[in-house]
Each structure stands twice: as C-alpha cells, then as structure tokens.
C-alpha cells in the first residue's frame, strides 16, 4: 500500500486545520471533487447558453448537420471537443462523489 511522507501529511494536516490524517485527506478529497464538478458544470453552463440547447441536442443536431454554424467549422468543433469532455470528467466526478459519499455513509466524511 502506497504511503504518504511525514512532510506531504504535515501539509495536509496543516492546509486542513486538522488534527488526524484520515479527516484531512476526506475533507480535501471531498472539496477538490465538489471545486472540479462546479468548474465543469460551470463549462457546461457556459456551452448551453451560447448554443441554447443541451449537449445531447447539440451533439444530435451537429450529426445531422442542423445546427446554424457550419458543423465543420473550427469554433463548432472546439465547441464540441470542450463540451464532451466537460461531461465526460463531470459524470466521472460525480460516479466518484458518489462512491465517496456512500463510503463515508455512517462515518463523519467531510
């Protein structure tokens, strides 16, 4: 099993305000998942308002050539690139929360 430095955990300890590694490490594993999914929902958002549709459409309407940017353009395919992974890394962080979440059922996980 992997270890951690005395000097990794002092910082972490230390960044946390805590007094027990476990908690430390909850408490930022639980925040930098909570920071990661709102600055991809943030992206989302962000790619919903400018096309006006969510990705499932977006990504339907560019197959079928329907959209009114042409579909091959640069701005539409960075668009979409930017989109699917912002999806793509929000439900990987989510099935992640979630899995944390239900380990930490029943213990105090921050």
């Known amino acids: 099993m992997p270890t951690l430095s005395p000097d990794v955990g002092a910082h972490l300890l230390k960044a946390t305000r805590s007094q027990d590694l476990d908690e430390a490490f909850e408490k930022v ?25 969510e990705f499932s459409t977006f990504k339907q309407r ?25 999806e793509t890394l929000k ?7 979630a899995e944390w979440t239900q380990k930490c059922s029943g213990r105090l996980c921050t």
């Open 29 to 53: 594993l639980s925040e930098y998942l909570e920071l990661k999914i709102a600055a991809l929902q943030e992206t989302t958002d962000r790619l919903e308002e400018k096309w006006g549709m």
């Open 62 to 86: 560019l197959a079928d050539d329907d959209l009114p940017d042409d579909a091959y353009s640069y701005d539409v395919e960075q668009d979409y690139w930017e989109w699917e992974e912002a």
């Open 91 to 97: 439900a990987h962080y989510q099935q992640v929360q």
